[in-house]
């Protein structure tokens, strides 16, 4: 049997028994029956109930579509594959042979899939409180990092359309570093436009973040 001790130490949560954990890490290609779809459909519900009271209580002034567009960037399957991979859920998660000869485990969507339910597990063994608390853990620096003008049409947007109207191939983003531990990363991302010789860099809380911040850099350089 796995050992999930490490993986429990990583998601601030420590299982009762295996039965719960090992089935969220079941991949449908591993078992037809018994896999994680179920606890994901579970956990993606629950997620979005978490982070959207938490949105609701952090910005008090916000509008709804305000709070839904946060919510969006926040349960997003990059964001949720971001988590996976802070918590090497690849180590863990059973698929199938063929799934596992074409690098499944650490499929963005596998990995998403994995962490939304792991959510449910957690709610099914210890209750809507104690997930919330650990789920809250899991988003706490990303929640520090919002601010309600990312809601506003933000940089990464705005470097396409202005990629777009001078018919220039759009930009790649490509991550450079990420350092610290899992509740509290720094991630370093370049912004690579062609044609230009110097990729334009940005660091954040998140992936997103760092990215907005290197495509901002790159829309001052181009203005």
């Known amino acids: 049997m796995p050992d999930y001790r490490s993986l429990e130490s990583a998601i601030g949560y420590q299982f009762k028994g295996e039965e719960l954990i090992g089935l969220a890490l079941t991949h449908r290609s591993a078992s ?3 896999n994680n779809e179920r606890l994901e459909f579970l956990g993606d519900s629950i997620l979005n109930f978490i982070v959207g009271e938490s949105l609701f209580r952090l910005f008090p ?5 305000q ?40 499929r963005s969507s596998t990995l998403a899939d994995a962490v939304e339910a792991i959510i449910g597990a957690i709610y099914l063994e210890s209750g809507f409180e104690i997930c919330q608390k650990v789920v809250n853990e899991w988003f706490e620096t990303r929640f520090k990092g919002l601010s309600l003008t990312d ?3 933000d940089n990464k947007t705005r470097l396409q359309e202005t990629l777009q109207a001078r018919k220039l191939p759009l930009p790649s983003y490509n991550i450079v570093s990420i350092e ?42 181009l203005s």
């Open 67 to 106: 709070l839904s567009r946060l919510r969006a960037s926040l349960v997003k399957g990059t964001t949720l594959a971001e988590l996976g991979q802070q918590f090497q859920l690849n180590q863990y998660i059973k698929v199938g042979p063929g799934e596992l000869k074409s690098g499944g485990t650490k």
């Open 151 to 153: 809601t506003v049409k």
């Open 180 to 221: 610290g531990k899992s509740h509290c990363q720094t991630f370093k991302i370049e912004c690579v436009i062609e044609g230009i010789s110097t990729p334009f860099l940005g660091e954040g809380t998140s992936r997103r973040h760092a990215e907005q911040q290197a495509a901002g850099k790159a829309l001052t350089a």
């Open 32 to 34: 037809g029956q018994n």
């Open 61 to 65: 002034d916000a509008k709804e579509g």
